[in-house]
């Protein structure tokens, strides 16, 4: 939480001091936050996001289900897309060894379309539930969709939940 607290402060590019007068604090408090000296109640940690322009948000971590492909090699689908921040999903990324074994090491531009349709295709089908929750970004996977080539029991799992994802778009 204290990281959570000064990347907030920095990112509003405020002063702690200016941050106590807006969330009705003091200074040292504030200090004492962001050095995880003190704890702050949900109300005030509220308060101190706030007053950084920021706030709060729950977001429901993903459930993986485990399948076998023909060849009885597991594969991962989540029940919900994952929702990276920008930052994250179109970064340039090395995929762990254990997913991208045939080039291990190799740098992926996820902000290029090709390199993210190979990076995504590799990911669905070698990738582990973290590999998959911290480097596929649900909105982003929709857009190349069709265009990945995908073993038929990796595609035939995740099409279900691509079209719930399409039709509670369109609600």
């Known amino acids: 939480m204290t990281t959570l607290i000064a990347d907030a402060r920095r990112a509003s590019g405020l002063s702690q001091s200016q941050v106590a007068l807006l969330a009705g604090t003091s200074r040292p408090n504030i200090s004492a936050y962001e050095h ?9 940690l509220e308060r101190l996001l706030a007053a950084n322009g920021q706030h ?7 459930n993986f289900t485990q399948y ?24 340039t990324v090395k995929l762990p060894p254990h997913v991208d074994w045939s080039t291990p090491g ?9 390199q993210r349709i190979l990076a995504y295709q590799i990911l669905l089908s070698e990738g582990e539930p973290s590999d998959i929750a911290s480097l596929v970004d649900g909105n982003l996977l929709i857009d190349i969709w069709a265009e990945l080539h ?16 399409f039709a509670s778009d369109a609600v």
């Open 106 to 114: 190799k740098r992926r531009d996820l902000s290029d379309r090709q």
């Open 68 to 91: 076998l492909d023909r060849r009885g090699k597991p594969f991962f689908v989540p029940d919900q897309l994952p929702q990276l921040p920008p930052a994250t999903a179109l970064a």
């Open 56 to 62: 709060l948000v729950a977001v429901p971590l993903p």
């Open 150 to 165: 995908l073993p038929d029991a990796i595609r035939s799992a995740w099409q279900p939940l691509i079209e719930r994802t």
């Open 36 to 44: 995880g000296h003190r704890s702050p109640t949900l109300d005030t």
